[in-house]
């Protein structure tokens, strides 16, 4: 009997598990080393957009996330005021791309993915260090717990900060701060009735999504200097932000407690890597294109990665190929995205605000042109093709 080849995961968030499943459905040996105590996620809720959720379906889990998420219904691009400027189509959206954007808890979607893999795989409280990618004729080692573990294959999904990443490519400069920072709320907010939106201001934007399971999904962002905090909570920073924005974003400050509110800064890849791969380690997630959240596909396109990184198996040339230049152009977008929403000065927000208005008017399908190329992309291989990937 052939032995089974042997994964590493450093790090289990969701592309990490993504991957650890579609490695473990092609016969993988699979491990997840998390630093972290648990598989508790960083963050509030994620918004899975068609490609991602095709993905999904690969692992058999893409009709089970559909159902337990709230699918983006109607509404659309509003001003502090109150006024819209655009609205949404989610059945245009749908017909566009073949299927919803819908929007869940993390902790959802990690408990899911974590369910598809054996009991024993995910290792907690197991901070790992690449001690060797391996080569051609010899395996990758990974330091963890006073041991030395070998694999045919290491995936560094540990985030934008990746120790893999740097330990890979030590003259790369690393992620770099976007030059915004964001808060996140996911509450219950009694007798909340509202249609779904984001608010674009001057160096600030807000949304706000209910969620299937009856809570809120908030999220801000503001211009502001790397590592400024509070003087005295975050919840208090968002009053004095956003507190006269229009409803519902009052109505959500007030059911909020300060320790309700999540705050990071944003950091990216401005410059792209080289390779995703080097000996028998690839990167997948943050630590292979950290991007703004302004397209809200980060997570998309870790849980991408995952799935053709598991297709290619072993062959991680074909993995960088498929990868680099495809989440390359998607955080080019995203930051010329973050640009136009977190423009600051008065006449640029004007401009940026009658031309959204006037172009939504004129021909509202055009605002959807720019997930082109994004949220219609297919997996390589069919769904429940097991024996697609190579090793």
């Known amino acids: 009997m052939t032995k089974a080849a042997r994964a590493l995961v450093i790090g289990g968030g969701i592309g990490g598990l993504t991957a650890a499943a579609a490695l473990h459905r092609r016969g993988w040996e699979v491990t997840v080393l998390e630093r972290a105590p ?6 509030a809720a994620i918004s899975l957009a068609p490609n991602a959720l095709r993905a999904l ?13 709230a699918w983006q219904g109607e509404g659309g691009l509003r001003t502090p005021g109150g006024r819209w400027l655009a609205r949404s189509d989610p059945e245009a959206l749908a017909a566009r791309f073949g299927g919803p954007l819908v929007l869940l808890p993390r902790t959802t979607l990690v408990g899911r993915l974590a369910a598809l893999l054996p009991p024993g795989t995910v290792r907690t409280a197991s901070p790992a260090t690449l001690a060797d990618p391996g080569g051609t004729h010899r395996p990758a080692q990974v330091a963890v717990d006073n041991e030395v573990l070998e694999a045919d294959l290491v995936i560094g999904a540990d985030g934008v900060n990746s120790r893999v990443r740097a330990a890979l490519f030590p003259a790369h400069p690393g992620a770099v701060y976007a030059g915004f920072t964001t808060w996140r709320l996911l509450i219950p907010v009694p007798g909340a009735r509202f249609a779904s939106h984001e608010t674009w201001g001057r160096g600030h934007i807000w949304g706000t999504h209910p969620l299937k399971d009856g809570r809120v999904y908030a999220y801000a962002a503001a211009t502001a200097p790397a590592g400024h905090r509070a003087p005295d909570d975050e919840k208090a920073e968002l009053l004095r932000r956003y507190g006269d924005w229009h409803d519902p974003v009052p109505a959500v400050l007030a059911a909020a407690r300060p320790e309700d509110v999540l705050r990071h800064d944003v950091h990216h890849i401005a410059d792209p890597l080289p390779a995703f791969h080097s000996g028998r380690v690839a990167l997948l997630g943050d630590a292979a294109h950290a991007m703004p959240p302004t397209l809200g596909q980060g997570g998309n396109q870790a849980v991408e990665d995952a799935v053709v990184l598991a297709h290619h198996g072993a062959g991680l040339a074909a993995y960088t190929e498929a990868r680099l230049p495809r989440t390359t152009g998607i955080a080019r977008q995203a930051v010329r995205a973050a640009r136009l929403n977190m423009a600051g000065g008065r006449a640029a927000v004007a401009v940026r605000d009658t031309a959204v208005a ?13 997930f082109d190329g994004i949220a219609d992309w297919r997996p390589p291989y069919a769904s429940g093709d097991v024996n697609a990937g190579q090793r």
Not at 38 to 43: C, I, Q
Not at 363 to 370: E, F, G, Q, W
């Open 358 to 370: 006037a172009l939504a008017k004129a021909a509202p399908t055009l605002l959807l042109r720019s």
């Open 57 to 69: 379906d690969t692992l058999g889990i893409g009709d089970e996330i559909r159902d337990l998420a």
């Open 38 to 43: 648990s598989l508790e996620p960083v963050g």
